[in-house]
């Protein structure tokens, strides 16, 4: 069955689409007709920019477009989307910030107090974690999906934790770099190991865990709210195998791969700029060291 039957407003959420352009418009005027009235400013760079409206456009990608619904019928589409949302957006957003409106942000006595707590390394890795791999317990998984409120909600928290996590390896400001050289190579492994339990039970369950993908009930009360009660009470739709020949446990297995092989992929990018940054580093301090040697410094 096509997946136009649901109609425009459900397949594009212009609503949502809305909220972003704004999002981006107040972005680019910030940082640059405004950007003269924040100390220290800079221009911003072609970078960033691009950066910005990346992350803009994969967020829509994942929450907006047809990607979103898809991921209201497959598990391993709503997994794409998840990883990308919490692994691949946050990182994109950190450096798309300029450095000198992340200092400003921070100036604000409580956002800094936060800040400085949810991103020191250990409470960022566990907290993360930890909330993810508590969305994928079942009941906590279908309580979620069955309520517009919390679903928003918990993707906002999750998101914000991503970013905490994330700023410990990536954080563009000097004075806030609590990881350096082999202690990013050893957070980005606890964060790989930490992951590893709930994709485990997802990939190795024998049967579905989840009603949101299995119970037509259930299914039925979280399209209603993806699509609207109304809309959706006019379709007589019985569940998710009308979109997908795949069986439902096959879809759960196949999200569980695609979000740790999606995982894997983004920690070992980041794995190689971190080993590139250090191995650098590493070169600029032993051509100083031998510098001095070569060229002492006259004794006064």
Not at 10 to 29: D, E, G, H
Not at 197 to 212: G, H, N, R, V
Request: net charge positive.
């Amino acid at each position: 069955m096509p997946l136009n039957v649901f109609g425009f407003k459900a397949l594009w959420s212009p609503y949502f689409l809305a909220v972003l352009l704004i999002l981006t418009a107040l972005f680019f005027l910030i940082t640059i007709k405004y950007r003269s009235k924040f100390h220290g400013s800079e221009p911003l760079t072609a970078k960033q920019a691009i950066l910005f409206l990346a992350s803009i456009i994969i967020l829509y990608a994942i929450k907006g477009s047809p990607l979103d619904l898809l991921g209201h019928l497959m598990f391993y589409i709503h997994g794409i989307t998840m990883v990308l949302l919490v692994l691949l957006i946050p990182p994109m957003f950190i450096k798309a910030v300029p450095p000198w409106l992340w200092r400003a942000i921070l100036k604000i006595r409580l956002i800094n107090a936060v800040f400085k707590l949810l991103t020191k390394p250990v409470v960022s890795v566990l907290l993360f974690n930890g909330l993810f791999s508590f969305y994928h317990i079942p009941i906590v998984f279908d309580s979620i999906m069955q309520n517009r409120f919390y679903h928003g909600s918990y993707s906002i928290l999750l998101f914000a934790a991503a970013v905490c996590m994330w700023w410990s390896l990536i954080s563009p400001l000097p004075e806030y770099q609590p990881l350096s050289g082999i202690k990013k190579v050893a957070f980005l492994f606890a964060n790989s190991m930490l992951l590893t339990p709930a994709c485990a039970m997802i990939i190795f369950a024998d049967t579905p865990l989840y009603a949101t993908y299995s119970d037509p009930a259930v299914w039925g009360k979280v399209m209603s709210l993806c699509v609207g009660p109304a809309a959706f009470s006019n379709l007589n739709l019985s569940g998710p195998e009308l979109f997908t020949s795949m069986h439902v446990v096959d879809d759960q297995r196949l999200g569980g791969v695609v979000m740790k092989i999606i995982q894997e992929i983004i920690y070992a990018v980041i794995l190689a700029q971190v080993f590139f940054e250090w191995y650098r580093k590493d070169q600029e301090d032993s051509e100083k060291e031998v510098n001095q040697i070569l060229n002492p410094t006259p004794a006064k």
